[in-house]
């Protein structure tokens, strides 16, 4: 008989060999109405995660599983948020390497979850808020905002002017992942700082519809503009 330790072992290894497979949404979805409290450990564990296709899958599949368990038991699923909201503050001992980004595509998932916590992961690129103050960290929150703002803009219309600070960032990361989140909101006030991204052809990776995407910043500008603006 496997030990605690043993069955986790094989379990976290099944589910990396589900999100290294071509369908590992379909595989996932089926795997998570069984199983979904089980699985959510192993796959945050996989957000720290070298591997950009592993961590990325993994963020797509933590909102998989908090949607479906927030559907039947939402308590269960503010304690997951809540823990990633921890693993972010400076007491924890932590990090909190993909908790931004996994924050915003359970958001992104769920509503419910989106209406009680979207002002705290927008917080942390605020000035006046709980900032980070971490670059790497700051580029996980500009992603997790935009993947918010795909699917629910209206939730997180104050965001723009907090997201476009970054578009004057050194960090070409900041630049574009601002340009790409603003794609997704409202951009007109920013106009002009966008125009003046359009020559940067400096190309970065963005995750987009489950897929890890290269594009220059400038690209990412003129789509905001065209989009918002």
């Known amino acids: 008989m496997k030990t605690p330790r043993e069955t986790t072992r094989t379990l976290k ?67 997951i948020m809540r823990r990633l909201i921890w693993s972010l503050n400076d007491e924890s001992g932590g990090i909190g390497w993909g908790s931004p980004e996994a924050m915003g595509e359970i958001m992104a998932c769920h509503r419910g979850l989106a209406e009680e916590y979207h002002r705290i992961l927008v917080s942390y690129i605020r000035r006046d808020g709980n900032l980070l103050e971490n670059e790497l960290l700051e580029r996980g929150v500009l992603w997790g905002i935009g993947r918010l703002a795909q699917v629910r803009a209206g939730l997180i219309g104050y965001a723009p002017p907090h997201v476009a600070l970054y578009l004057e960032s050194h960090d070409p990361l900041h630049r574009g992942l601002a340009a790409w989140s603003l794609g997704f909101l409202d951009a007109s006030p920013f106009r002009h700082q966008l125009e003046r991204l359009l020559d940067q052809g400096v190309e970065i990776r963005v995750y987009e519809n489950r897929s890890i995407r290269s594009f220059s910043i400038g690209e990412l500008a003129a789509r905001a503009i065209r989009n918002r603006g």
């Not at 368990?69 to 939402?74: K, L, N, R, Y």
């Open 13 to 79: 290894a099944g589910l990396r060999q589900v999100l290294q497979s071509d369908d590992w949404d379909d595989r996932l979805l089926e795997w998570s109405y069984s199983q979904s409290r089980r699985l959510i450990n192993p796959l945050l564990s996989f957000l720290l995660s070298p591997d950009e296709t592993l961590k990325w899958r993994s963020v797509s599949a933590v909102g998989l599983v908090m949607s479906v368990t927030a559907s039947t038991d939402m308590e269960a699923a503010r304690v």
